[in-house]
């Protein structure tokens, strides 16, 4: 019986569940009493294994102590030392010389590099002159009185040193081995402490409870693509969801109020740097709640969860909206580090006699704007001013017109025949152009010139930082809030018709409502993006809660076929509460926060660019017989065929 329950009293369900939440909430609080500092307790790394202490622990304290360690050997010298490695850290083992331990001299001299070992012997301090500052066990050896090989390692296709370059490809073929590195370790061991100290936050401190979602689901309409399973049904398959999105809302439909999972997720599309087919993310949901609340929510899970040797996030986020974005970074996802912004020079531009520019001006997305580079003519070679160049063209259609700043004030460009010296001056002032800047100047449609002139501010800082100019600091922290996107975008395939610009669950702005129906193109939506560094790392909703304007974004402005969701629409009908969510990318913000170029140094097991298992070789070929309970055969390309023989 619970404490403090009265004997005898009835246990009717609202009693019963007065009981389940006091219990809760007495555990819940020990919980949070343990894990908020109040009573500190390092972990116990030895229990329950067959050594007394790890290989990082040992220190001057330790002298005089028999100690068994195991590990990895990292390195061995003529028979005299070597270094012991587990996932702790390094510690010197002394090799003993005498006849008596002539069989733990031989073992241990003998055995390959990797080979896994377990030694017990005396802790004793290091000659004086001999001790190691580098090493946290430096000032320490252990005097090698027995050992045992547990295992040998044969040859090594690489060496297991973080100095030692290898191909990633390489990597990921022997990426058991790769795990043994000390970086790999330190990426997936502080990915695990990030992800206890989040569920601390919202389960302890938050009563957020945590819900595993089904994996084999069926097809969402729009969005990435999604893995198809196959079923004994013939022509039905399951889908991987790309999200728990649905089921999240469902969970609010069924009262749970609050809900997160570190849940896994799928897109059947081209592995990039910053992209897996299947990623981890923390899937937050919340009754009851409007988008300055999940954003405080996220604010006070980031900073409760942020490793302490990254130092402190300072709070609340700073806000802009997509329109303000996209007029001054170009991009959805402005990395605010350093300037470069893009200004508008419309006006000056306006005034000058030049027929192709007055022409794309008079249009109604038509504009001009300009990045400054500074310093570009210093650092910036001729080539990377062409290349920058024909990437905006090859990339973005875009023309773009470089404007140099002369070390006598005066502009090299082929627009100064054109601008008379009071204009050359005004453009200096708008752009507030320095001696040896460089300007690149774009004229067209509103979203494509920002867009165009967004990469390349960010291909012109990579090119000044190559070239040696400090311009983003590697330890600064920019978060970002990007808000009031537009809730539809043309297709590009059919600019006619619309598509959601996250997904079609998103709410419309409150203000914008009418416009829904009668010029769903003006409608901004209740989406909210997370920036940090110039990275996405989360990006959520508030949800259509009414079943009547969910059916008419998918019929009438989607013209999806709502059948597809005639769950989720019947469950709307049943008293569905307002709610809102958002889902941080896991894998991308470990990345950031320990400083990696890919997501696939934080995950233990990543697929390759093109979305292969090089460890596993999977994908792989089933045979027909295989194949024949789901009712599926395989039309070989002659290639494939080919292959399958030999």
């Known amino acids: 019986m619970a404490p403090g329950w009265a004997a005898g009293r009835s246990l009717t369900f609202p009693n019963m569940l007065r009981l389940v939440r006091r219990v809760l909430f007495q555990r819940g609080t020990e919980r949070a009493r343990l894990s ?11 229990s329950f294994a067959a050594r007394t202490n790890t290989c990082g622990e040992l220190r001057a304290a330790h002298v005089g102590q028999e100690v068994t360690l195991c590990g990895w050997i990292q390195y061995q010298r003529q028979g005299l030392f070597l270094v012991l490695r587990d996932f702790q850290g390094l510690t010197q083992i ?7 331990h002539s069989h733990v001299r031989k073992l241990l001299s003998n055995a390959p590099v990797e080979s896994v070992v377990r030694v017990t012997g005396i802790v004793s ?17 252990v005097k090698a009185e027995t050992a045992e090989v547990l295992n040998f390692c044969k040859k090594l296709p690489f060496e297991i040193k973080d100095f030692i370059k290898k191909s990633e490809a390489l990597r990921m ?6 795990l043994r590195s000390s970086q790999l370790q330190y990426n997936l061991r502080l990915r695990s402490q990030v992800v206890m100290r989040m569920r601390e936050y919202l389960c302890n401190h938050h009563g957020f409870v945590d819900v595993e979602t089904p994996t084999l689901f069926k097809r969402t309409p729009g969005g990435a693509k999604e893995f198809l399973v196959p079923s004994r049904e013939a022509g039905k398959f399951y889908s991987l969801p790309q999200s728990p999105q649905q089921f999240k809302q469902l969970l609010m439909i069924g009262g749970l109020d609050r809900y997160f999972q570190v849940a896994r997720c799928y897109r059947d599309e081209g592995s990039r740097p910053d992209r897996q087919p299947e990623f981890t993310q923390i899937d937050i949901e919340m009754s009851f709640v409007d988008q300055a609340g999940i954003q405080r929510l996220i604010e006070g899970l980031l900073q409760y969860s942020w490793p302490e040797e990254r130092g402190p996030i300072t709070t609340p986020f700073p806000t802009m909206t997509y329109d303000e974005a996209l007029a001054d970074y170009g991009t959805d996802k402005p990395d605010t580090r350093f300037g470069m912004k893009i200004v508008d020079i419309s006006d000056t531009l306006r005034r000058l006699d030049i027929g192709f520019v007055q022409n794309v001006l008079t249009y109604p997305h038509g504009t001009a704007k300009a990045i400054c580079i500074p310093q570009g003519a210093r650092y910036l070679k001729h080539k990377d001013l062409e290349s920058l160049k024909e990437a905006a063209k090859s990339r973005f259609n875009q023309e773009i017109m470089d404007v140099i700043c002369r070390p006598d004030g005066s502009l090299k460009s082929l627009l100064t025949k054109f601008l008379g010296e009071e204009q050359q001056s005004e453009l200096i002032r708008v752009l507030n152009m320095q001696v040896d800047d460089v300007v690149l100047l774009a004229v067209g449609d509103h979203k494509r010139v920002c867009s165009a002139l967004g990469s390349l501010r960010l291909e012109s800082a990579d090119l000044l930082e190559a070239a040696g ?17 537009p809730l539809f975008l043309p297709k590009e395939e059919n600019p006619s018709e619309l598509e959601s610009a996250h997904h079609p669950f998103t709410a419309p702005h409150p203000l914008d409502t009418d416009f829904l129906y ?13 920036v940090l560094n110039g990275s996405e790392i989360g990006g959520g909703s508030i949800r259509i809660h009414n079943a009547e304007q969910q059916r008419f974004v998918l019929e009438k402005v989607l013209k999806e076929d709502s059948e597809v969701l005639s769950h989720l629409l019947e469950a709307l009908e049943f008293g569905a509460p307002p709610h809102g969510g958002i889902a941080l990318g896991l894998d991308r913000l470990i990345s ?9 140094d934080v995950i233990a097991f990543p697929k390759s660019f093109k979305g ?3 460890m596993g070789n999977a994908p792989d070929y089933v045979t027909p017989e295989e194949l024949e309970p789901y009712h599926i055969h395989v039309s070989w390309p002659a290639a494939e065929t080919e292959a399958k023989k030999n």
């Not at 002394?94 to 008596?100: G, H, K, L, S, V």
């Open 612 to 614: 292969r298992d090089l």
């Open 592 to 600: 950031l926060i320990v400083g990696s170029p890919s997501i696939r």
């Open 173 to 178: 073929q022997y990426r058991y081995l790769d």
């Open 518 to 530: 009668s010029d769903p193109t003006k409608v901004r939506s209740q989406h909210y993006d997370l």
């Open 469 to 485: 100019m400090v311009l983003r600091d590697p330890a600064a922290l920019h978060f970002l809030w990007v808000v009031d996107f």
């Open 94 to 100: 002394i090799i003993p010389q005498d006849e008596a």
């Open 36 to 46: 908020s500092g109040w009573v500190h307790r390092a972990p116990d790394v030895n």
């Open 125 to 141: 301090s290091r000659p004086p002159g001999q001790e190691n500052p580098k090493m946290p066990t430096g000032d320490i050896e």
